[in-house]
């Protein structure tokens, strides 16, 4: 469409967004409604221009000052495939390790790979479930299936395995505990609260680095309406005997150390935690709410929805930014926030009042939507893999289809980058770098910081398909 006066092209725009709110809300895009669906708080987010933007400014400013940004991002520096590993064939997930090794999760079993600072390769042992999981002595009485969640504990040496109860429902009544090293299920553990049976749709650690410690042995679950830690220790913080437990024929339940299970209404979809611990978890409604390492019971912040379940999020370190994902966008947002002393803070540690930053979108292009296909929806969006203070992260990867798709976030956070001129409404940015593979996408995400090398600013991604599993690094153009 070409428009042939700014006025013309400035009423359109105008038009289409009332059309557009009318749609997502089902109500007429008026000052009221507005106020009624984004809170007096959150105006900025149905009016942009009228938002605090002050905040992403002063972040890209410290960001230059930070010594994680010694070696800037720019738009010249290419991906360079480092790696490719043939896969035993039915990569269903991807679970990368921080120390030696990562592993890849299939439909037989769990490969282990070497983690090197230019990606992952080298088979190492494998661990075949392909009967089903075998529980120490005998066979475990959950369905065999593949599992769809995994998680790393106790310095990478155990893993949590959670699959769906099947029917097409993602919740599962409890997991197995698999000991990396001896290759064997030690138990399987259930969930139950005061003596009934119940289910979680999600499993995620402590924090961003709670899978190197090796005294590890709590981790947080989520449910459509409960949010809670899970103690693999009993009540008196002794270890449950698992030997008595799998001989008698009874499995061990987890013990529920903290949390709340919420009346209704809430719909969590998916949920991450920063490096203090603190958790961000999205909703089918599309709000994100903030939770303290203090309280699970109310959230300290809670952000609108803009119309789009939230299907995945994931938080910076230091809590101060938000990835959430949508079928046709990702959503960033910052939590930092002044309170009435003039200090600094997060969404996470208190109420964030009025002057909040109105949320930025990440969208493919018209082109490239088409290119990646009708069906094909944004999944799994992350942030780069940083367990430090003081480091930075750089890039947010996700996955379209055959596309793994990188976005450089200093130049997300830069309100003067080219991609926000002339824009209307909510920032959107279409600047990123695509990675084309021959099948869909698994999963694709950034090694640990601490595997980047000298001559990159950003550590190794990996991208993994049902057939093989590829690294790639991110090099300057010579």
Not at 436 to 453: G, N, Q
Request: hydrophobic letters at 35%; proline letters at 3%; glycine letters at 10%.
């Amino acid at each position: 469409m070409k428009f042939f006066t700014d006025q013309d092209y400035n009423s359109f725009v105008a038009e289409f967004q009332k059309c557009m709110f009318e749609n997502t809300h089902g109500v007429e895009a008026n000052e009221a409604n507005k106020l009624k669906i984004y809170g007096k708080d959150f105006i900025g987010w149905a009016e942009p221009e009228a938002a605090d933007d002050s905040m992403w400014e002063d972040a890209e400013e410290s960001l230059s000052k930070s010594p994680g940004s010694a070696t800037p991002v720019r738009a010249t520096q290419d991906l360079r495939e480092e790696f490719e590993e043939a896969a035993n064939g039915g990569i269903q997930s991807l679970a990368l390790g921080a120390l030696d090794n990562s592993f890849l999760v299939s439909d037989s079993g769990i490969q282990v790979v070497r983690n090197f600072a230019h990606g992952i390769h080298g088979k190492g042992a494998f661990v075949n479930f392909s009967g089903g999981y075998q529980n120490g002595s005998s066979s475990s009485s959950l369905v065999h299936c593949t599992p769809k969640k995994t998680l790393l504990m106790k310095a990478e040496t155990n893993m949590l395995l959670m699959s769906p109860l099947g029917g097409g429902k993602l919740h599962s009544t409890g997991l197995h505990q698999l000991d990396i090293e001896s290759g064997k299920v030690v138990t399987e553990w259930k969930f139950g609260k005061d003596g009934t049976e119940i289910t979680m749709r999600d499993i995620t650690n402590d924090s961003k680095g709670a899978q190197m410690d090796p005294s590890g042995s709590t981790f947080l679950g989520l449910d459509d309406n409960r949010l809670c830690r899970w103690d693999m220790r009993d009540r008196h913080g002794i270890v449950q005997n698992l030997a008595d437990s799998n001989a008698g024929g009874d499995t061990p339940v987890l013990n529920w150390a903290q949390g709340h299970q919420f009346s209704r209404g809430t719909n969590f979809q998916c949920f991450a935690t920063t490096g203090d611990g603190s958790i961000v978890v999205g909703s089918l409604d599309g709000k994100i709410r903030l939770y303290s390492i203090n309280s699970m019971r109310q959230a300290k912040t809670a952000f609108p929805g803009l119309g789009s379940p939230i299907t995945h999020v994931d938080v910076t370190y230091d809590g101060k930014w938000i990835v959430g994902t949508t079928d046709t966008y990702l959503v960033i947002i910052c939590t930092i926030f002044t309170d009435k002393d003039g200090k600094s803070k997060t969404g996470f540690a208190g109420r964030m009042g009025n002057r909040i930053a109105a949320p930025r979108l990440l969208k493919l292009t018209p082109l490239d939507s088409h290119l990646a296909g009708v069906n094909n929806k944004f999944r799994n969006a992350q942030f780069s893999w940083v367990t430090e203070n003081g480091r930075q992260e750089r890039h947010i990867v996700a996955t379209v289809g055959k596309f793994s798709v990188i976005w450089n976030f200093q130049q997300v956070k830069d309100g003067s980058h080219e991609c926000y001129r002339n824009q209307q409404g909510l920032k959107s940015c279409y600047c990123y770098k695509i990675v084309l593979r021959d099948d869909s996408i698994v999963d694709s995400r950034f090694m640990h910081d601490k595997f980047a090398v000298t001559d990159s600013p950003e550590a190794p991604l990996v991208i993994a398909t049902p057939m093989k599993v590829s690294s790639f690094s991110i090099s300057s153009r010579r």
